[in-house]
């Protein structure tokens, strides 16, 4: 599928799990972890989305300026933090996780490991 055509109308969110970073595109739906409750207490929520994984390393310079990450989500610590601007998606997660909105993108990014921040290595 273009790239370009399958990142759109939807959120870039870095997932954490294991102490790894891997980045994941897909619509608010996939990103209401409340919603995701039972998979995520199964620990199958990785594997729901296995086919919105992403490889920013791999992307065109275009798509490289365009798109950010919105979301982190730590599977391991029970965090959402959030920089996605339309809807309150740290307020959708299970009742023993922390979420925070955290309005400034250089705030935001503060919160990502210098090895996933793909934009910086690549543009």
Known sequence: MNEQKRLSGGILALIIKEGKGSYYYGDNSFWLLDDWEPEIIRGTYIHELALLKVCPEEWPGELLEKHRPELIINLDDKVLLSN??????????????????????????????TEDRFWEELI
Do not use: V
């Open 84 to 113: 996605y601007y339309d809807q309150a998606l740290e307020t959708r997660i299970p009742s023993d996780w922390e979420g925070r909105w955290i309005e400034s993108q250089d705030d935001f990014i503060k919160h990502i490991s």
